[in-house]
């Protein structure tokens, strides 16, 4: 904790169908703030004043951030437009590289502080989304859930408009060879481990990039690669199982978020993809083939005010349960939910696939 004075900013933009926080300027002042330091590799455009635009950009521009975030904001919390000045989030540029080794080199530096392990947490963020939001979301992520590993979000070139989904479907495919030599820098520079998590439609960015990982066989990146984390994934069943296929045979578990009253997914399902079935509100766990993964069902267990397309951000009781663990982490809470060590659960299997239905705590 420290005392920053800062001008804190924000504006008011659209992610997800919810208004959601981003930046603009404010008068400066003295407010109690902890700092994240998030490291962001992005393909967005950068416009003149140095913000990143709505265009795609073959280049990646990388760079370091510390944000500074209230002390006295609610947990779970993203800044609105009405909210009061000291609870706002206030970005400070800290680096910028040109190339992708200096930053991953920065990356592991950074991780390796006070610890020989170098453990880093790679974010992908989803649909219809600005930058402004995503290293918001993450910064709030890593801050209120303890989370081991440096926090690097991956910003693909969303439109930031809700009804640019099949433009950001292809912004997704455009960003994943960069998504791919970002995880493989990571993995060259000394990463001890590597978890990527991806939040609906880059959960599908995610598993591709893997997928493309797996078919070149790099096994520099599989010996630290520590899971898969898909939360709220908007992936349709298909493809998932025929991309489960080509991941046999890996160590590192691959696991789902998921919850079956996820009305985003469904009402999206049926506007954009002819009804097909998505991953994130799947109930019947004979549709994952009996392949290799494991399902959390959080519906029974988020908070009723908390967004269902991303409970796991914004609900208070699924935030408490993963810190109460020993060792905090996303993959090691599903991997103990998975043998019923995590409250009340209804646990069904088929196959290798293993559904997990949280029951309130």
Not at 231 to 248: K, W, Y
Not at 295 to 305: E, G, N, Q, S
């Amino acid at each position: 904790m420290r005392i920053l004075l800062a001008s804190l900013t924000s504006f008011i933009f659209l992610s997800g169908c919810t208004l959601l926080p981003g930046l603009a300027m404010r008068e400066p002042l003295q407010i109690q703030v902890n700092t994240q330091t998030v490291f962001v590799d992005s393909l967005r455009s950068i416009e003149e004043d140095g913000t990143y635009g709505p265009d795609r950009q073959t280049t990646p521009s990388l760079r370091a951030y510390s944000i500074a975030i209230p002390t006295e904001r609610k947990i779970t919390s993203l800044p609105k437009e009405n909210t009061s000045l000291g609870m706002q989030f206030e970005l400070v540029l800290t680096a910028e590289h040109a190339a992708m080794s200096a930053f991953s080199s920065q990356v592991i530096s950074h991780a390796r502080t006070g610890t020989n392990d170098a453990e880093i947490l790679v974010f992908v963020h989803g649909f219809n989304t600005t930058f402004e939001h995503s290293i918001n979301r993450l910064a709030q992520i890593t801050h209120d859930i303890d989370l081991p590993g440096t926090p690097v979000l991956f910003d693909w070139p969303s439109s930031h408009n809700i009804i640019s989904y099949s433009h950001d479907l292809d912004s997704s495919a455009f960003a994943r060879d960069a998504l791919v030599e970002l995880l493989d820098s990571l993995s060259q520079k000394g990463a001890s481990r590597i978890v990527l998590v991806g939040h609906s439609m880059g959960a599908r960015l995610a598993i591709e990039a893997v997928r493309q990982m797996r078919i070149a066989d790099n096994q520099r990146f599989f010996n630290r690669f520590g899971g898969l984390v898909m939360l709220a994934p908007d992936i349709d069943l298909d493809l998932f199982n025929i991309e489960l296929q080509t991941l046999r045979g890996i160590d590192a578990p691959i696991i789902a978020y998921i919850s079956h009253d996820d009305d985003l997914l469904r009402n999206f399902a049926n506007t954009f993809n002819e009804g097909q079935p998505r991953l994130g509100s799947v109930e019947d766990v004979t549709m994952m083939q009996g392949q290799r993964v494991t399902l959390i069902d959080v519906a029974h267990v988020r908070d009723p005010d908390s967004w269902e397309h991303f409970p796991l951000a914004s609900s208070l009781n699924m935030i408490s349960s993963i810190n109460a663990m020993r060792n905090p982490g996303l993959v090691t809470y599903a991997l103990q939910a998975a043998k019923g060590e995590i409250g009340k659960a209804q646990i069904t299997r088929f196959g290798q696939s293993v559904h997990v239905l949280l029951s309130q705590y």
